[in-house]
């Protein structure tokens, strides 16, 4: 834990303890030339404004009574050298009453030992000592100051008690131990050692070994107690012999304290230091800081482990950093800094940098300036995280909405097409179906074979819409079926190209060409799933090219492999849209009025897969497009 670290507790809800608490907490730099924080307790004790220290950090003894302020005063510069300090003394208030100080101070080290700043906790144990002075008093005329020693100890925070060694008898406890305990004091006038059986399991054989030296030479004990509603508090308890003449303990003063606040704040400081260190290395956050008056940059282990340096390796310096910075982001990097330097605002940003490696990493910041007590920026601190794969990860995210918007858009359009396409051949069914039910008398032979075409030819289109949309529904379910057998490859393309032909009416000039040895012995092929493919990607060429141009289909029988080439001099497909062309339901931005569902493409690649070959499309608008689909002949080997 450093400086950076105690400025961000400080303001975590531990920070609102150090404001809530009685005692007064405190940090300075390590040579106390700096206050860096101080609970507002001190003005209630000291009658003096926090601002006074905050500007001169020098006038913290001023108010120290200059019979202890020597004392004091050691044991600061012991304090100074890594000594710890435990002191009580008095202070005079501005209105000129004395207060008793109990301070306690030690310093705080980085993991490397260096002292970064000390840290204390003061309190007023002015009540405390007025007690004490009191019980003294009472040695000497107890029955005299007894009346004055009640109402002192009746009115304190603190339990104040008196025992009797030889008679094992409780002389006095006052009222506090009712609250602490949650039991009443009558229990120990009639039992003096219950009230060690409120002591916490863990801690009771510790206090219990120690019970005898604490009544014979006092002491101090700190432990815990369980309360009878089950609630843990934690006890400072401390002891004061008083001897007689013969230097006999004939007395046992003493005065417990609950300090059970103060040790939940010291725990989640605690805590937090660990937490904090456990937190960076597990979530990979880096932290860094920035001196103003060196220009020196630190930073730490995980976040040279980020930017891809050795972390036994000297540290880059602040223009290194900027030089990996990516071009594009060193100004929106430099103005948070500016601006941060020169106003003191906060800033978090993300930035790409290159390391070293060459690699790019997407890096997010966070910056917070440090003032001095004059206000002015000395320091900013802050973290880094690597937030590579996150912005990857919402990258694809956001792709894949985009693709299922797409997708939805696509089958919205597709149920249009489709009811549209559907409505058409259904009503010529219909009107042809009347005709024939109500005039069949008055139609001729001709007129009747005219109308059973039509019929025929509408039932033909919904068939092909329907077996589309059931191929394209098994090949998604993974139920498209692979059957190879033998085909004769030749044979089937001359059927498909005269098919084609008569319902063309010879609107384009189709050719078929065939090279190799396809025509020698019949290849292994799913015959329904070739002819599906050739014939979609032949039905594209007719309807995308213009009246009386050509269209060439090649079939090239290789060793090992059969390639079919079908090029027309059609609209062309643009290039935007050639990476989409196999999704389902897509179709080219071209396409104008042209009716088609944006299911044929995609099916043929299902064909292709199913073969273990693969597809190509080389188009240019305007001029035509080639679609090159290669099948293995070794892929039947696997039937």
Not at 110 to 135: F, N, P, S
Not at 258 to 263: F, H, L, P, Q, V
């Amino acid at each position: 834990m450093d400086l950076n670290d105690l400025q961000l507790v400080l303001k975590t809800p531990l920070g609102q303890v150090f404001q809530r608490i009685n005692q007064v907490f405190w940090v300075c730099s390590a040579d106390m030339s700096e206050t860096l924080y101080i609970s507002p307790s001190y003005e209630q004790i000291w009658g003096r404004s926090t601002q006074s220290l905050y500007e001169c950090p020098e006038s913290f003894t001023d108010p120290i009574c200059s019979e202890d302020r020597e004392r004091v005063t050691a044991a600061v510069e012991g304090l100074l050298v890594g000594v710890e300090m435990d002191q009580e003394y008095r202070i005079i208030r501005p209105d000129s009453s004395i207060r008793w100080i109990h301070d306690r101070a030690f310093p705080l080290r980085d993991e490397t030992g260096h002292v970064y700043c000390l840290a204390g906790i003061a309190e007023d144990i002015t009540a405390r000592k007025q007690a004490q002075e009191a019980l003294k008093e009472s040695e000497q005329a107890f029955s005299e100051s007894e009346k004055r020693f009640r109402q002192i100890a009746e009115n304190i925070d603190e339990v104040v008690w008196m025992f009797d060694p030889r008679a094992n008898q409780i002389l006095y406890i006052n009222p506090v131990y009712e609250q602490i305990w949650g039991r009443t004091c009558q229990s120990l006038y009639e039992r003096p050692l219950a009230w060690m059986e409120a002591i916490h399991p863990e801690d009771q054989g510790r206090v219990m070994g120690a019970l005898e030296k604490r009544t014979t030479s006092g002491g101090e004990d700190i432990y815990r107690i369980v309360r009878p509603d089950g609630e843990i508090r934690w006890i400072r308890d401390r002891a004061f012999p008083v001897w007689d003449e013969t230097g006999q303990v004939y007395q046992v003063i003493g005065v417990v304290e609950d300090i059970t606040e103060r040790k939940i704040a010291e725990e989640k400081l605690r805590k937090s230091e660990a937490n904090l260190l456990s937190a960076q290395r597990i979530a990979h956050v880096g932290s860094w800081e920035f001196d103003v008056r060196s220009q020196q940059l630190t930073w730490s282990e995980e976040k040279l482990r980020i930017f891809g340096f050795d972390p036994t390796q000297p540290e880059p310096t602040y223009t290194q950093l900027v030089e990996m910075i990516h071009p594009d982001d060193r100004p929106i990097f430099n103005q948070a800094v500016s601006r941060a330097l020169a106003e003191g605002t906060s800033y978090e940003i993300v930035f790409r940098i290159k390391r070293p490696s060459g690699q790019i990493r997407h890096i997010e910041t966070r910056g917070e300036a440090i003032f001095n007590s004059a206000g002015q920026v000395v320091q900013l601190f802050g973290t880094v995280v690597d937030i590579t794969e996150r912005k990857q990860a919402l990258e694809e995210t956001l792709k894949a909405l985009q693709r299922e918007r797409e997708l939805s858009e696509a089958k919205s359009r597709f149920i249009a097409m489709t009811s549209h396409d559907l409505r058409t051949p259904l009503t010529t069914i219909q009107s042809s179906v009347d005709l024939l039910k109500h005039h069949h008398l008055k139609l001729s032979e001709e007129k009747q074979q005219t109308h059973l075409v039509r019929i025929s030819s509408a039932v033909g289109q919904m068939t092909s819409m329907v077996q589309d949309v059931l191929l394209l529904s098994e090949g998604e379910a993974g139920q498209l079926q692979f059957t190879p057998a033998p085909v004769d490859l030749g044979q089937m393309c001359r059927s498909l190209v005269a098919d084609l032909q008569v319902a063309d009416k010879n609107q384009h000039s189709l050719t078929f060409a065939v090279s190799g040895e396809c025509e020698t012995s019949p290849l292994l092929l799913d015959s329904k799933l070739v002819r599906y493919t050739l014939t979609n990607i032949l039905s594209n060429a007719l309807k995308y090219s213009p009246t009386g141009s050509a269209i060439h289909f090649d079939l090239t029988w290789h060793q090992d492999q059969v390639v079919f080439k079908i090029q027309d001099q059609g609209i062309g497909i643009p290039s935007e849209d050639v990476p989409r062309l196999f999704e389902s339901f897509y179709r080219a931005s071209n396409v104008g009025t042209t009716p088609g569902t944006g299911l044929g493409l995609a099916i043929i690649k299902q064909c292709v897969d199913l073969h273990g070959g693969n597809i190509a499309v080389d188009s240019v608008v305007g001029k035509g497009t080639t679609f090159t689909v290669t099948l293995p002949l070794s892929n039947s080997s696997q039937v």
